[in-house]
T-cell receptor, first 116, second 112 residues
């Protein structure tokens, strides 16, 4: 069965530091896609970054990067030089298979608070 | 591009009443998803459409929930005989094929 687990319920960091959020997943498929989304205080959910399972190189977008450890079924999100506006809930999600637009399996989220 | 538009933003219904939630996906997106979000359950998949056709409704409570996509510009989620446990934020998202989801701001449903 597919499952995505985020063990950290909440994290608090100081501004301008680096934070890592953990995510582990379970899947039987050899091909899958991993995503991180962010939900702001207003409720808006926005896409941050994506890792395709067949790619060995860790994805990087702006100050977001991923630590993809396939043997451990782990996809950590790293935010460098955190800013106050990074405070949000971060969700890890997985999509299996090669068919298009199949549903995402979501973790329960990690709440990040960035303090000045 | 206005993004995914969901109306209303807030809806209050009495127990037993019907609620209809609307979603206008981004033009050109082939897939439309409905999710429900609560504190306890997190983000729960309800159903999705591809090119207006229902593809997977495995997350839909069978008896009172239904979703339709009569044309490419809107989808509706209808809840009959609403119950307090239906209170949640209902999120609609659309996407091009095999791409990321674009979410609407959600409809907060409160069943009294």
């Amino acid at each position: 069965a597919q499952k995505v687990t985020q063990t950290q319920t909440s994290i608090s960091v100081m501004e301008k530091t680096t934070v890592t959020m953990d995510c582990v997943y379970e899947t039987q498929d050899s091909s899958y896609f991993l995503f991180w989304y962010k939900q702001t205080a207003s409720g808006e959910i926005v896409f941050l970054i994506r890792q395709d399972s067949y790619k060995k190189e860790n994805a990087t977008v702006g100050h977001y990067s991923l630590n993809f450890q396939k043997p451990k079924s782990s996809i950590g999100l790293i935010i460098t030089a955190t800013q106050i506006e990074d405070s949000a809930v971060y969700f890890c999600a997985m999509r299996e298979g090669v068919g298009d637009n199949s549903k995402l399996i979501w973790g329960l989220g990690t709440s990040l608070v960035v303090n000045p | 591009n206005a993004g995914v538009i969901q109306t209303p933003r807030h809806k209050v219904t009495g127990k037993g009443q019907e609620a209809t939630l609307w979603c206008e996906p981004i033009s050109g997106h082939s897939a439309v998803f409905w999710y429900r979000q609560t504190i306890v359950q997190g983000l729960e998949f309800l159903t999705y459409f591809r090119n207006q056709a229902p593809i997977d409704d495995s997350g839909m409570p069978k008896e009172r929930f239904s979703a339709q996509m009569p044309n490419q510009s809107h989808s509706t989620l209808k809840i009959q005989s609403t119950q307090p446990q239906d209170s949640a934020v209902y999120l609609c998202a659309s996407s091009p094929p095999n791409e990321r989801l674009f979410f609407g701001h959600g409809t907060k449903l409160s069943v009294l």
